[in-house]
Every structure is written in structure tokens, then in C-alpha cells.
């Protein structure tokens, strides 16, 4: 399904708490290509297994319903910076990550960029770590706010960061310390010398578990339309 250079921007977020039983790898294997499976096969703790071929099922089954394209046979490919993109020429940009029990994939339709990142809520993360991707200005508002709710931020502004960089197909071969983030009404808005790029939206997005989900996206026609859904029983994702 091609994209129209003029579609209004929209983003569907699907967030998937999937069982690590063993029992439903199988079924999930055989949306995934061969290569796919030879990857799944390479890992050498069962966890780790898991959290990948989940997160391909996933993609997989929500770029089937946007292209019309069977889920095993939706053509990926990684580009030369490892980011997977559809050799369809299909227009459809997407994002996925994966962490303890969650998988998160955003599909977006009439952006140039997309990045969508999860976090555990309640890791620790050590100040050199903090030190290691903040910014001066970042970690003097840290400083300042209580110890619960800096420890919350810490992981907001990691994804948030992470989610920017992958929605860039950069990685952490960006120093993350460069992408700077302040809070507007409550919502995140990334800085830099006190201006913005108009064109990226940043937003955390309600789990409805314990992990901190953040999305980023550049949209040339202003802020996308954004649902965000539960995929349950390996079904259509729904409200």
C-alpha cells in the first residue's frame, strides 16, 4: 500500500506484554523469515530468544495489515546503520524495541523519522551512567527534584533520548549529552541553545505497566495523529 506524499501524519503505537512461554514461539516463528529464525536460534538464553522473536512477530504482523503483505513475507532488510527499513518502497516508517516482558512497535505513515523506546520504570541507574548522557542543564534540574521523581526522570530522559536517535538511524554513535530535553505543559520538548526543531515531537506514552515508553517523530505537516493500542492474544491490536 503506497503512501501519498500528501497523507496527514499518523502513528499507530502498539505495546505488547507477551508471555516468555516457550510454547508459543513456535506459532510465532512462522511469521518470521528464515533468516529471522536463524537468528532466534543463535541465542543462547532463553529470555533473550524470546524478547526477539516476539518483537519480529509483532512488527511483522502490524506491517502485514498496513501493506497487505503476509506477515512472513513482508520484505525487511537492515540499512548500512542496522536500522530495518520495507525494500517495498513502501512509505511506512516504523520503529521497534523490546525490554523484560514488553515489545513496543510504532508504524507511521506521512513522517520522515520515527524512534519508539522502553524502559523498565524501577531500574537503578548510577550517576556516572546519568553523567554519560545528560546534558549540564539536565542534570542540574535533576538535581533539584526529589529522589523518587529524578529517578523516574533519569529513565524518561534515557528513552526519550534513545527513542531520538533511533528514530535518526544513528544509534548511540550520537553522544546523547547532544540532544538536550526540557518540559513544556508537561510534555517533553528537545532543546538546543534554547531553540527546537519544529518538526520533531517527542511524547512519553502510558504503558499501562511498569515501563517508561517514549516515542519521537518528525513530521514536516506538524504534530501526527497518535493511537496507541494493547496487542492482546496475539490479535489485531485494539483500544
Keep these: 500500500m503506497q503512501q501519498s506524499e500528501n497523507q496527514p501524519a499518523d502513528i499507530e503505537i502498539a505495546l505488547w506484554r507477551y508471555s516468555e512461554n516457550e510454547g508459543n514461539w513456535n506459532r510465532w516463528m512462522q511469521s518470521l523469515s528464515s533468516h529471522e529464525r536463524d537468528r532466534a536460534a ?32 513482508v520484505p525487511l ?6 536500522k530495518l ?15 523484560d516482558g ?24 548510577e550517576e556516572a551512567a546519568v553523567d554519560s548522557y545528560c546534558s549540564a542543564e539536565e542534570r542540574r534540574w535533576l538535581m533539584e527534584l526529589p529522589a523518587r521523581e529524578r529517578a523516574r526522570t533519569a529513565i524518561a530522559l534515557w528513552t526519550l533520548k534513545e527513542s531520538h536517535l533511533k528514530a535518526l538511524g544513528v544509534g548511540l554513535r550520537e553522544d546523547p549529552r547532544n540532544i538536550a530535553f526540557s518540559w513544556k505543559d508537561g510534555i ?13 515531537h ?31 492474544n496475539d490479535s489485531i491490536p485494539s483500544e
Excluded at 48 to 70: E, K, N, V
Excluded at 85 to 99: C, I, K, M, V, Y
Excluded at 106 to 121: K, L, N, T, Y
Aim: glycine share 10%; net charge neutral; hydrophobic share 40%.
Design 42 to 73: 543463535a541465542y543462547r538464553f532463553e529470555r533473550d530468544r524470546a524478547s526477539f522473536i516476539a518483537g519480529r512477530y509483532l512488527l511483522r504482523q502490524l506491517l502485514s495489515l498496513q501493506t497487505g503483505i503476509s506477515p512472513g513475507k
Design 77 to 82: 532488510s537492515p540499512d548500512r546503520h542496522g
Design 85 to 99: 527499513r520495507l525494500e517495498s518502497g513502501d512509505r511506512l516508517q516504523f520503529s521497534l524495541a523490546n525490554t
Design 102 to 125: 514488553l515489545v513496543a512497535v510504532a508504524v507511521a505513515s506521512g513522517c520522515d523519522h520515527v524512534g519508539i523506546d522502553c524502559e523498565r520504570a524501577d531500574i537503578e541507574i
Design 188 to 200: 517533553p520538548v528537545m532543546v538546543d541553545g534554547g531553540d527546537c526543531d519544529r518538526r520533531w
Design 202 to 232: 517527542h511524547r512519553l506514552v502510558e504503558s499501562g505497566s511498569q515501563h517508561v515508553v517514549a516515542l519521537a517523530a518528525c513530521a514536516q505537516s506538524g504534530l501526527p495523529g497518535i493511537s496507541t493500542n494493547l496487542f492482546q
